[in-house]
């Protein structure tokens, strides 16, 4: 049986925030995780590929050159991570959903990488590319409600997209340039039924898989993570597994040799980097009958384990004493006794005094789990108001500087005005008020029509509303 999932926070959406203590998991879809779905060079340009995971069997990426896509790289496929972990967050775990709304900034972060215009756009090929990009395989295979079935036709994981870029001076910015920008994606629903299912997802360690250095390290975890996870079926754990080399070329892939020797001097680093992460203990070569076999073995950690254990080291905890806590406590317990510890040390610090990592032994050895996320409870509940309220100022002070606005630009507007047009628009605030009683003093009659001029122009403007404005003041952007 396989394990409730935890319920995440549901995070809002502007501005961009994140809690930094927890690990963040997300499901893997498992023909998304087992099956290539981007190419690591793609120098000839390529509008499609066809690789063999299994003898005789296709599995087909096709781009769309007339749409301007292209068959994604490894970078790309970064993105489209980081996507599906923002729905897994969106909809806590429930994929009740399948639209997305982020800022672009937003999406770059997810994806572990540093906001810039490079990335910016390789975000925004990523989304194009994987909307237009087809899978043709029997090999896909996708939950009907009580069965796995086969497809036969083409499959695309977006289903579609709309970005929209920022504003500025009252015009949009070419959405290329924009960092403002953001965007809704739709995915298939073949991708989101299959999230739902148990049987066509696994549970990902998306915390542990950005601590990955590259694309193709990333991608070849996750395809070792889920050949293990089809071999713990009953859940036992699971040692050891092996494949042909070949095998783990055309999966990955590595399309450009199929010569032992080569893939395997393109694979060794990426064994070195897990295990140095303490995922895998060894990885061996067996050449038997001219097949070459990779014999991976895994550590007797789990990767949740993994993150526990570099957490504790990383605030002085010694190694013998986080692989004696890691393989005794519960994971759950032990992450939250790291922030139980994180807490009181940033309150120290504030009255000058200091603790160290013999604190956090201590509450991990004599410290009631239940009063240890009762403490935390507490120190959420504070935060949470604190954040609304420093939200509700910065709101506060916003909507002030946006009516400043607004009203410099009305008035700058009619000012502008010739005097046909300032008739014309007198006439049509007078339009509007016609129902206003005749014995309405002068004053508050004047005072009507200009309030009446003034929204009609606000209207001619086509200015965008406070809400739209705000997305992009808290992103820094604050003209409109």
């Not at 981007?38 to 509008?47: G, M, R, V």
């Not at 990955?252 to 995922?279: C, G």
């Amino acid at each position: 049986m396989k394990k409730e999932l935890t319920k995440v926070q549901d995070f809002p959406l502007f501005p961009e925030y994140q809690k930094k203590e927890k690990d963040r998991f997300m499901r893997d879809e498992l023909n998304l995780a087992k099956y290539p779905l981007c190419l690591f060079s793609n120098k000839e340009k390529k509008s499609s590929v066809t690789f063999y995971p299994a003898p005789g069997v296709e599995w087909k990426i096709i781009s769309n050159k007339e749409a301007g896509s292209e068959i994604p790289l490894g970078r790309h496929l970064d993105y489209l991570y980081a996507m599906l972990y923002l729905l897994a967050e969106s909809t806590q775990y429930k994929y009740d959903d399948n639209t997305i709304y982020f800022t672009f900034h937003k999406l770059i972060l997810t994806a572990g990488k540093t906001p810039n215009k490079e990335e910016f756009r390789t975000a925004m090929e990523a989304i194009i590319n994987y909307k237009w990009l087809g899978i043709k395989s029997t090999l896909f295979k996708f939950w009907d409600q009580k069965e796995i079935k086969s497809v036969n036709e083409a499959i695309s994981i977006i289903q579609s997209y709309t970005i929209i870029g920022g504003l500025k001076k009252g015009k949009k910015k070419r959405v290329e340039d924009d960092p403002n920008g953001y965007c809704k994606v739709v995915f298939s629903d073949y991708i989101v039924k299959n999230l739902q299912s148990m049987e066509m997802s696994k549970k990902l360690n998306f915390s542990f898989m950005l601590k990955l250095n590259t694309p193709m390290c990333r991608r070849y975890f996750r395809l070792l993570d889920a050949w293990k996870e089809e071999e713990s079926v009953t859940g036992k754990y699971i040692s050891v597994i092996n494949r042909d080399i070949r095998e783990v070329a055309s999966q990955i892939p590595i399309s450009d040799t199929v010569n032992p020797s080569v893939i395997r001097r393109r694979i060794d680093p990426l064994h070195e980097k897990l295990k140095e992460l303490k995922y895998l203990k060894d990885v061996k070569y067996e050449k038997k009958n001219g097949v070459t076999k990779v014999y991976w073995y895994f550590s007797e950690y789990s990767v949740d384990q993994i993150i526990a254990y570099e957490e504790l080291c990383k605030r002085g905890v010694s190694e013998v004493a986080a692989k004696n806590f890691v393989l005794k406590e519960r994971i759950d317990k032990i992450m939250d006794c790291i922030r139980y510890y994180d807490i009181q040390k940033e309150e120290k610090k504030k009255e000058n005094k200091e603790i160290h990592a013999g604190y956090l032994v201590s509450i991990l050895q004599e410290t009631d789990h239940e009063l240890v996320k009762k403490k935390i409870n507490e120190y959420d509940k504070k935060e949470e108001v604190r954040r609304r309220e420093r939200s509700f100022i910065k709101e506060q002070e916003a909507r002030m500087i946006y009516d400043q606005h607004v009203e410099t630009k009305v008035r700058d507007a009619i000012k502008m005005l010739n005097e046909k047009e300032m008739v014309n628009l007198k006439k049509e605030a007078e339009a509007r008020i016609a129902e206003i009683p005749v014995n309405i003093r002068k004053e508050a009659y004047n005072t009507s029509i200009k309030i009446g001029m003034n929204e009609i122009m606000r209207e001619r403007l086509n200015l965008p509303s406070f809400e739209e404005w705000y997305k992009h003041y808290s992103s820094g952007e604050q003209n409109l």
